[in-house]
């Protein structure tokens, strides 16, 4: 198994980016597929991205395809999320979990995010 721990949020515009990084406090994620999933205040946790563990393949949500890409490199047990051209609806508590095969689900072992915030 392997424990997650996000970092990188934080507060900017509307057009702004922001790097979020997920990395392995515990274990590694080499193996892993890795996803990002968001949760905004009174809704679910949605799919944002995922990567698969070879790197190889990657999956976007459709409203932020364009605008994020994710990216691994396993030798450092990191994961990160690029975000740019932010928008106010891309507010959100941002979490990294490992995946299923199917990579928009989560195996659930959640952390305790990085928020970020994207001011009009």
């Known amino acids: 198994q392997v424990q997650l721990v996000e970092s990188g949020g934080g507060s900017v515009q509307a057009g702004g980016s922001l790097r979020l990084s997920c990395a392995a406090s515990?274990?590694?994620?080499?193996?892993?597929?890795i996803g990002w999933f968001r949760q905004a205040g009174g809704k679910s946790r949605e799919f944002v991205a995922a990567?698969?563990?070879?790197?190889?393949?990657?999956d976007y949500a459709e409203d932020v395809k364009g605008r994020f890409t994710i990216s691994r490199d396993n030798a450092k047990n990191t994961v990160w999320l690029q975000m740019n051209g932010l928008k106010p609806e891309d507010t959100a508590v941002y979490y990294c979990?490992?995946?299923?095969?199917?990579?928009?689900?989560?195996?659930?072992?959640w952390g305790q995010g990085t928020q970020v915030t994207v001011s009009s």
């Open positions: 979990s490992a995946t299923r095969t199917a990579m928009t689900i989560p195996l659930g072992s």
């Open positions: 515990w274990g590694t994620l080499s193996s892993y597929n």
């Open positions: 990567i698969h563990w070879s790197g190889d393949s990657t």
